[in-house]
């Protein structure tokens, strides 16, 4: 299958083409170039030819005789939101829109969304599944559920969209991300020996690594068309649901040495437990390999692989906030997160 994969030097699009070129599938990469200087390691063997361009302005050539969309080019997390949240739903809501009905005009037959477990926000009753409300908190979870509203009535007998709600991601990858939690975390476990947590680690968090969520996603494009048309899947594992404190002290047994605390509360309110018996029953091919002990042991062996210093956890490449602040202050980027042109 010919296959076009946006945000493909992103820390999830640099490890999806390899998985899927392995499978056998043709890949074409589309991404603008905004986390380019982050690269931790050399850990792919073959990547995708990537156009350098903004999801904003593809165009139907660029999709002509392409089979499936995988989209997850968007503006990601949610400080990254609160940053711009005007650009926030410029690029993440219309943007991924816009590409839908564009992919839709050019004969692309499937569409995969990367959505997320945010869109529950704050969850006090059960394990949520798809059919729960959602109940957004921040610019980017609100944007994941609109475009999950305006995508889904284009469906037709030719248009197969997906969405898959990841759980919070982790693991190594290439274009790292310091800005999650276990992978957060188990940096400051690295280089500070010292994990102190401003609250108290009570709200639930679900986890899956992020080769996780590029199984998730071959096996989406390679099922039945009736498995997944219209379809919504939470991805992950439901065993896989852990207190942030409980990732705090998975990591503190893996990095011996590291000092863990905890405060007394804290000011993030978003708390919610997910079932994944959905995608693990019904996607052929699916099942998660990675927990978070896994994760964080990978983790340790790669930052002593490579002597991962502090400078290194720090640089600004392997966090989103910091590498858009930085474009922004230096004018690469204008007022609508476009490339300034020299």
């Known amino acids: 299958m010919k296959i076009l994969v946006t945000g493909t030097e992103g820390y999830l699009g640099s490890l999806l083409p390899p998985l899927l070129i392995e499978r056998g599938h043709e890949v074409i990469g589309v991404d603008t170039g905004f986390y380019k200087v982050g690269w931790l390691y050399n850990g792919t063997e073959v990547t995708a030819k990537t156009l350098n361009k903004d999801i904003r302005n593809i165009t139907a050539k660029d999709l002509q005789d392409i089979e499936a969309v995988v989209h997850m080019a968007e503006l990601s997390n949610d400080p990254t939101g ?25 004969g692309v037959r499937r569409f995969v969304y990367m959505s997320s477990c945010s869109v529950y926000g704050v969850a006090t009753e059960g394990d949520v599944t798809e059919e729960s409300p959602v109940n957004p908190q921040t610019a980017y979870a609100e944007c994941k559920t609109l475009v999950e509203r305006d995508v889904m009535p284009l469906a037709d007998d030719n248009f197969s969209p997906t969405f898959m ?13 310091f800005d999650i939690v276990l992978n957060n975390l188990s940096g400051l476990a690295w280089t500070t020996k010292e994990i102190k947590m401003t609250s108290d680690g009570t709200p639930w968090r679900p986890l899956v690594h992020a080769l996780d969520i590029c ?7 390679e099922a039945p068309r009736d498995i997944v048309h219209k379809q919504i899947f939470n991805v992950g594992d439901t065993a896989n649901n852990y207190r942030v404190k409980e990732i705090a002290e998975i990591i503190a047994e893996v990095f011996v040495g590291c000092q863990l605390s905890f405060g007394d509360s804290g000011a993030d309110n978003r708390s919610y437990r997910v079932s994944f018996e959905k995608i693990n029953t019904v996607l052929p091919g699916f099942k998660c390999d990675w927990n978070a002990q896994l994760g964080a042991q990978q983790l340790f062996n790669l930052f002593s692989q490579i002597d991962m210093t502090e400078d290194t956890f720090l640089f600004r490449g392997f966090t989103r906030l910091k590498q858009l602040e930085y474009l922004i202050r230096t004018q690469q980027i204008d007022q609508d997160f476009f490339w300034n042109k020299k």
Do not use: W
């Open 82 to 106: 609160q940053l711009s949240p005007n650009i926030t739903y410029d690029i993440n809501h219309h943007g991924s829109v816009r590409l839908a009905k564009l992919a839709k005009e050019a």
């Open 215 to 221: 199984k998730a996603i071959a096996c989406t494009i």
């Open 165 to 177: 709600r990841n759980a919070t991601a982790f693991g190594a990858s290439p274009r790292m991300r």
